[in-house]
């Protein structure tokens, strides 16, 4: 398969603290500090660009950081097609990372969550092989709204459909049954594994699987520092153990391995050699701080 890959989601700026000793209530916890540039779907664009994609993402974005962001994206080989909100600031996303490199999120979803149909343009899937949804398009009413047109228009191309569901908190708000709907149009999901939990109903990673893949077509179930499963048609066909790595920040190393995983499937890979590429996507981002790939 060749072609490009247009991704549909968000852009935030993140504000990453990564501090060694637990949160300490009503006083300081010392941590270092960064602004950097984040968001799923834009990380998973930097890192499917990083691995030889030609990647599209459309966004929106608060006119506070417009132009870092599209610089940001640009330089990370990703072409920006980014709506700029004139009233709502660009998403932020407060990223607590502990000693473990465990990270917890604090999220305004800003003008991310003002992403709907009116910013669609048919053209963005011209010469697209794969379109790519961040789960947190289906956040809002507007977001499902411009996911259900984007999947319509892909399908009438015959250009498959994947999800990234994102957020088991956000999940369990909207209602497990509502995103589970609103998914449907997609051929392949890549949860992490409270998610694919959550959202097959089991607490068996092998079982939640060959479920969502039975579902969908295929599912890639991302496990951490125990690697990822790979199911086809409701029977797992793959499990790939996870790159070794000296774990600094978890965030966004799940939008890592989607992104290297889906500029493999664009380059032909298979299911399984593909799932390898994201494992080792996945490990050389929680060496680094933030959630995009090192700098070109």
Known sequence: MTGALLVIGDVVTDLVALHDRPLA?????AARIAVLPGGSAANSAAWAAHSGAEVRLLSRVGTDSAD??????????????????????????????????????VTDSGAAARLGPADWDPALLDGVARLHLSGYLYFAD?????????????DARGVPVSVDPASTGFIERLGVATFRAAIEGAGLLLPNLAEARLLAGTDDPAAAAELLSAAHGEAVVKLGPQGALAARAGKVVARIPAAPCVPVDSTGAGDAFTGAFLAARLR??????????????????????GGRPPAR
């Open 25 to 29: 209530p009503h006083t300081d916890t």
């Open 68 to 105: 870092w962001h599209r610089a940001e994206l640009l330089g990370a080989g990703v072409r920006p097609h980014l709506v700029v909100d004139p009233q709502l600031s660009t998403a932020v996303v407060i990223c607590l990372v502990d000693a473990e490199a465990e990270r917890t999120f």
């Open 142 to 154: 507007q977001g499902r709204k411009l996911a259900e047109l984007a999947v319509a228009a892909a």
């Open 268 to 289: 032909g890979v298979e299911l399984a050699e593909a799932t390898a590429a994201g494992c080792a996507a996945g490990a050389r981002s929680v060496a680094l701080t």
